[in-house]
């Protein structure tokens, strides 16, 4: 089985979430599954432009990124992160390769706008190498940051890292993609929802009850799901653990 897993910044830099995760890829990996981690991290991303004295601006809720944070962002996701989340893995003895979105033009962007307005060199991807990744998955496990290439290859691309998971799990037509939160699913009123359609994601959007970063996540398992996929949750680590056993948990995303 084919299996994408999209982690978010906020606990990269939290050992025993690190050591969640890599137990998870290595039961996977022990029964023969593919698997591809697509990672963000924002949290680290903001840290080091802070330590570098570089101003961090936001239209519309999205980073804007300009050459300076670029490189930065770059830094972040495609070295720092991306090898910790390799050695973490391989202290569990998984085979795992990390690589960016640039890397064998795995991940082409275009550079988009949000909500007409522009933010600079940040991308939405268009295209997916799934043969490279289909070639790697079945000697790694791959852990890919979403930094991407544009269509000429002159210019990286900051693309959201949820959305850059939805596009390679719709590619490979994986059968499992889950998207990991900080908390157990969605939940409505204390309790996680067991499914969520899109008609009822977007009356909890307007309501208020879903916000920040799990609105992209959401509107990503939405895409997977559109685009291919045969299942999306939105989770946290242990509900991920419990779903690769067959066990019910986290908010499934249907359409």
Known sequence: MRIVLKIGGNEIDDHSFLDKISSIVATLQGENHQVVLVHGGGKEITRLLTKLGVETNFVKGMRYTNAETLDIVEMSLSGLINKRLVRSLQQKKVNAIGLSGVDGRILVAEKMLREGEDVGLVGEVASVNANMLEELMGRFAVVLSPISTNADSTSSLNVNADFA???????????????????????????????????????????GVVTGGMVPKIEAAIRAVRNGVRMAFVTDADGAMQIISGQDAGTQVVV
């Open 165 to 207: 998971a939805a596009s390679v799990a719709s590619s490979l037509r994986s059968e499992l993609a889950i998207f990991l939160s900080n908390v157990s699913g969605v939940i409505e009123n204390g309790a996680v929802l067991a499914k969520l359609n899109e008609k009822d994601f977007m009356g909890l959007k307007r309501s």
